[in-house]
């Protein structure tokens, strides 16, 4: 079922954040690698620091206390989850890592499961989930490359998360929803949480994001100002501020 197209979002210090598609984000990206940077590297590595910041704030004081499991896929959205891990594993946080398939990771992705192996971390396949009893879940299986229901591995890490007595922090956007319309054409991650990056996406909405949180990643206003967005950084002094639908 299509949900409504929301247009614009607002942070906690009143600055009117637009909505932007799948299609705008990709170009976006593609003008930030090639022509402006950040490059994905660059991006990758402030996505997953964001994360792992949302994460120890979601779980209080006691989050070096807390089981933390990072379901991540084989792309980009994959990669900042994994980038997460890593940092969330080098504050002595108790996490393990699972990936869709480690024999698809894309290149960056790729690099940064090989610096996360480096750290006390642990990883596990989708098959050992079940031993688990995570405290919080951060889910960066899908982002925003959505095209259909979620099926094989992917499903599997959705349908387990979602029958978890735990939290979902999930980055950019749900999986299994689509950015731009909030449709659902399956299963989707039941998020508490959701930091998603750079600019909010039209499809966000409140009963499928639960809280929303929006991450700077490094992208210059120039790269806005390219696809024709009027941009005001609303993030102050801070690289993440709590949004809400105008």
């Known amino acids: 079922m299509a949900k409504r197209i929301i247009k614009s979002f607002i942070s906690e210090k009143r600055i009117t954040i637009p909505a932007i598609t799948t299609k705008q984000m990709i170009e976006v990206d593609r003008i930030a690698v090639e022509e402006?940077?950040?490059?994905?590297?660059?991006?990758?590595?402030?996505?997953g620091r964001n994360l792992a910041f949302s994460a120890i704030d979601i779980l209080g004081t006691k989050w070096q206390?807390?089981?933390?499991v990072v379901l991540a896929g084989t792309g980009g959205n994959g990669g900042g989850g994994i980038c997460c891990a890593r940092h969330l594993a080098n504050r002595n946080a108790d996490v393990t890592l699972c990936i869709t398939d480690i024999n698809k990771l894309?290149?960056?992705?790729?690099?940064?499961?090989?610096?996360?192996?480096?750290?006390?971390?642990?990883?596990?396949?989708?098959?050992?989930?079940?031993?688990?009893?995570?405290?919080?879940?951060?889910?960066?299986?899908?982002?925003y490359s959505l095209k259909s229901a979620p099926r094989g591995k992917g499903f599997e890490m959705i349908n387990w998360a979602n029958q978890q007595n735990a939290k979902i922090?999930?980055?950019?956007?749900?999986?299994?929803?689509?950015?731009?319309?909030?449709?659902?054409?399956?299963?989707?991650?039941?998020?508490?949480?959701?930091?998603?990056?750079?600019?909010?996406?039209?499809?966000?909405?409140?009963?499928?994001?639960?809280?929303?949180?929006?991450a700077d990643?490094?992208?210059?206003?120039?790269?806005?100002?390219?696809?024709?967005?009027?941009?005001?950084?609303?993030?102050?002094?801070?690289f993440i501020t709590k949004i809400n639908i105008c």
């Open 169 to 214: 922090l999930s980055l950019d956007v749900p999986s299994g929803v689509d950015s731009t319309t909030g449709e659902t054409y399956g299963e989707f991650i039941k998020a508490n949480r959701t930091l998603t990056l750079a600019l909010p996406k039209t499809g966000l909405l409140p009963e499928l994001t639960g809280e929303l949180f929006l």
């Open 217 to 238: 990643i490094g992208i210059p206003k120039k790269v806005y100002n390219k696809i024709g967005i009027e941009y005001t950084n609303p993030f102050g002094n801070n």
């Open 36 to 47: 402006t940077g950040p490059n994905l590297f660059q991006m990758m590595e402030n996505a």
């Open 65 to 68: 206390e807390a089981n933390i």
């Open 106 to 143: 894309d290149e960056t992705p790729l690099f940064q499961r090989k610096i996360y192996q480096s750290t006390s971390g642990k990883e596990i396949e989708i098959k050992d989930l079940h031993l688990l009893k995570p405290d919080l879940i951060i889910d960066a299986i899908i982002g």
